[in-house]
């Protein structure tokens, strides 16, 4: 039930109007102009004024409207507006509607009419009052620039975004894709003394290895075919800033002994350019491989590695952190919301269903299944059935029998040590020699299946109970 302002200069409505709203249980009081009712809504609280559009004096309802709506005043402080009048127009409408009334009755309406009209403003009162506070709550201990988490986990990642505010130190980003890698790195700018200068951003991957020198370094006019003017290279674009190399695996062999010699030297050579130029960058680059097993098997360059993984911040998968679901969910649902402008709230059971499904795609794929939600949603609350979601666990078929053109024994056998791994894993909550023991093997062999599947990512640091076997 709402806190209810009934404004009209004509007595015999205003007293029906607050009989019917109070029999409904609504909390009711009068005005009989626009002044009266503003100096109302200045001494207390409204969840809702009605007001007639015609009245006497020097405020009518529009004019009202205009001054309860007011931009300037804190959301609490704006009450939700229902405009009544029997002389509609098209243009008072429209006019209604741009001022901010949340709708536009004629006159003579129906008591049920009204009333559904003042339960669907109490939904949306009560939704801009659950976002405030969610507003309040993330802006608190729980948020680092767009990053948002109340886990033990995301709370050591801010811990170390904090520490490394002020250094001019390379950082290394590691997790799995959606986890918000890209995230980290602007809040290492942004967080940092570089904020003020360009954060520059490009993915490694996206730009085919003919093109990336140039994209990086910048060229001169006439060093190749189709070079009709110079360029300037990102790493010059970023001077002062920071450059994010995303999906910095992809690199070509070739590529990554410039870069480092960039590093190095914190000079750039353009291609075609006979002189050097200093730069002054902080590199943050990003990856969801295992760099070890590239660095392993030649794919990367180990001393490239080691100049880039001076300090690594690793992102915890969002199945590792359940806690930073509901969260998640509801900035996620506030940014719809605003963006689609359809004023719907999650249930409990629609949350429960969020939090029992493992995110393969971790916040990314959170994201994407909220603003399908809010979009295809056909009432005001989204339930479980709002989210198609589902706990997906890692499979591997066995043939019945062998096909004629044979299979990969190897890969067969690789996809089925990776499902049980993973499974046993998950029952121990993500200790490796507990999963050990469930898999009967020992900690050291363990260890060997992870890094071979690539799996050792998730655990980067030390467990508790994960010293040494003594065999």
């Known amino acids: 039930m709402g806190k209810i302002l009934v404004v009209d200069d004509e007595q015999s409505m205003r007293e029906f109007l607050a009989i019917c709203l109070r029999r409904s249980g609504h909390q009711v009081e009068v005005a009989f102009n626009g002044e009266s009712a503003l100096a109302k809504s200045q001494q207390s609280l409204f969840d809702i004024v009605i007001t007639d559009l015609r009245m006497p004096g020097t405020m009518d309802g529009l004019a009202l409207l205009t001054a309860l709506r007011d931009p300037s005043l804190p959301a609490q402080q704006r009450p939700e507006v229902i405009l009544v009048t029997a002389y509609a127009t098209k243009e008072t409408a429209l006019a209604a509607t741009k001022r901010g009334a949340y709708d536009y009755l004629t006159k003579p309406f ?94 490694c991957g996206a730009i085919p290895d003919e093109l990336m020198e140039s994209e ?16 300037v290279g990102l790493f010059q674009e970023a001077d002062g800033g920071t450059l994010f190399l995303d999906e910095i695996g992809e690199l070509s062999l070739g590529l990554q002994v410039k870069l480092l010699r960039v590093l190095q030297e914190r000079k750039v050579k353009a291609v075609g350019a006979t002189e050097e130029l200093e730069v002054d960058v902080r590199v943050v680059c990003a990856t969801n491989r295992d760099l070890d097993a590239e660095v392993a098997r030649g794919a990367f360059r180990a001393d490239l590695y080691y100049r880039l993984n001076v300090i690594q911040v690793w992102i915890p998968p969002l199945r590792h952190r359940r806690e930073d679901i509901p969260l998640l969910a509801e900035h996620f649902l506030r940014l719809f919301i605003a963006e689609h402008g359809r004023p719907v709230q999650m249930s409990a059971e629609g949350l429960r269903a969020l939090e029992s499904y493992d995110f ?34 890692p499979t591997a078929e066995v043939p019945h029998e062998l096909p004629p053109e044979g299979v990969d024994l190897d890969r067969l056998l690789s996809d089925y040590e990776r499902v049980w791994v993973t499974r046993a894993l998950e029952k121990a909550d993500g200790v490796r020699k507990r999963a050990a023991a469930l898999l009967g093997i020992s900690f050291r062999s363990m260890r060997y299946r992870l890094d071979k599947l690539g799996l050792g990512g998730d655990k980067p640091e030390a467990e508790p109970d994960d010293e040494p076997d003594p065999t």
């Open 110 to 203: 129906q008591v049920d009419e009204i009333n559904a009209v003042i339960d669907r403003a109490l939904e949306k009162r009560a939704l801009v009052e659950a976002n405030l506070a969610l507003r309040d709550q993330i802006s608190g201990r729980f948020r680092l620039a767009n990053l948002l988490g109340k886990s033990k986990a995301m709370q050591k990642v801010f811990e170390l975004i904090g520490k490394l505010h002020s250094a001019r130190t390379s950082v290394l980003v590691t997790g799995e894709s959606g986890t918000g890698k890209e995230l980290v790195a602007r809040a290492l700018h942004t967080e940092g003394t570089r904020a003020r200068m360009p954060f520059v951003a490009v993915n």
């Open 216 to 231: 990086l370094f910048g060229h001169k006019k006439g060093a190749f075919t189709g070079a009709v003017s110079d360029k």
């Open 360 to 393: 393969p795609g971790n916040v990314r794929e959170l994201q994407n299944i909220i603003e399908r939600a809010v979009t295809l949603s056909s009432g005001p609350i989204l339930t479980a059935a709002d989210f198609p979601v589902r706990q997906q666990r």
